[in-house]
Nanobody, 125 residues
């Protein structure tokens, strides 16, 4: 399984970015996918997750600003990020793992098996 992220960059406060993650070599029939981020000196945190049945979960800090989506035709996971803030600055990772029956697990890194290499998002004030 390979996950390749793209779409990171530098944007001013209030701006938007769209991250993409192309997945190849699916292993799990029913699966979960998510976006995580890690800022320097901080632990990796779950940002948004989506389950095989299209159920989604967002971190409180991004709810209403970020939207996760999955395109099965192109095997692409996306994260639309609007109204960006300096505190959103981090390296963003996409993740793929077996189906999670508990929606709350979508933001837990332990629920995922495969990870992308990360893409940097910088929001300037």
């Amino acid at each position: 399984v390979q996950l390749v992220e793209s779409g990171g960059g530098t944007v001013q406060t209030g701006g938007s970015l769209r991250l993409s993650c192309v997945v190849s070599g699916y292993t799990y029939g029913a699966h979960s996918m998510g976006w995580f981020r890690q800022a320097p000196g901080k632990e990796r945190e779950g940002v948004a997750g989506i389950r095989w049945d299209a159920s989604t979960l967002y971190a409180e800090s991004v709810k209403g600003r970020f939207t996760i989506a999955k395109d099965s035709a192109t095997n692409t996971l996306s994260l639309q990020m609007n109204s960006l803030k300096p505190e959103d600055t981090a390296t963003y990772y996409c993740a793929y793992g077996p189906a999670s029956h508990l929606i709350s697990r979508l933001l837990s890194s332990s629920a995922y098996t495969y990870w992308g290499q990360g893409t940097q998002v910088t929001v300037s004030s």
